[in-house]
Nanobody
């Protein structure tokens, strides 16, 4: 599975940004899709996931209520709508794919099977 993320950029605090990720696979619908991020000098952390089996969504606590993950199986895409952005949201955001359920992603870390290259989000004045 090849993943291509796009949509990053510079946004002011309190603003919104939408990331998208396109997957090149014929079996997109049977992969859980999601996002991680890595801020400078920090470990990569889980952001959100959308399970393929039960279509449930999962979020890191600090993103709940601000970020929304969605997927379009017809277009092989997953998106992350980010609202009320804060400077601490500044990071490289990575799209990811794995057969395992999204409720496991927070503890899976780098064992995730497929990664995109990442797109930079900068929240600053």
């Amino acid at each position: 599975v090849q993943l291509q993320a796009f949509g990053g950029g510079l946004v002011q605090p309190g603003g919104s940004l939408r990331l998208s990720c396109a997957a090149s696979t014929r079996t997109f619908s049977i992969y859980s899709m999601g996002w991680f991020r890595q801020a400078p000098g920090k470990e990569r952390e889980f952001v959100a996931a959308f399970s393929w089996g039960d279509s449930r969504t999962h979020y890191a606590d600090s993103m709940k209520g601000r970020f929304t993950i969605s997927r379009d199986n017809a277009k092989n895409t997953v998106s992350l709508q980010m609202n009320s952005l804060k400077p601490e949201d500044t990071a490289v955001y990575y799209c990811a794919a794995d057969r395992r359920s999204g409720d496991q992603w927070a503890t899976m870390g780098r064992t995730i099977n497929f990664w995109g290259r990442g797109t930079l989000v900068t929240v600053s004045n």
